[in-house]
C-alpha cells in the first residue's frame, strides 16, 4: 500500500450491533489511498472482537487501537480526540 492520503478515524464503545457495518462503509471507498484508524475504548459488548477480525482481515488498512481502560470516563471527548490524532 502506498502512503494514505486519506486517514478515516474512529471511535467506539460498545458498538457491537453497528460496527460492521460501519466497516464495510469504509471498506466500500474506492479511488484513493485510505487508512483506517479505530479507537475501541474498552468495549466490553463484543466491539472489541469484531474489530480485531476486521484488523486480521484487512492489516494493512485498518490499524486499531485498544484500551484496557475506558477513557471516556477518564476525560471527556475531547480526550479521546487525541488518540487517533
Known sequence: MN???????????NHAPF???CLEGFLMQKGVEYEILIHDDCSTDGTTEIVKEYAAKYPDLIF?????ENQY???????MDNFNI
Open 3 to 13: 502512503t494514505p492520503l486519506v486517514s478515516i478515524c474512529c471511535v467506539t464503545y
Open 19 to 21: 460496527i460492521r457495518q
Open 64 to 68: 486499531p487501537i485498544y484500551e484496557a
Open 73 to 79: 470516563s477518564r476525560g471527556g471527548m475531547g480526550h
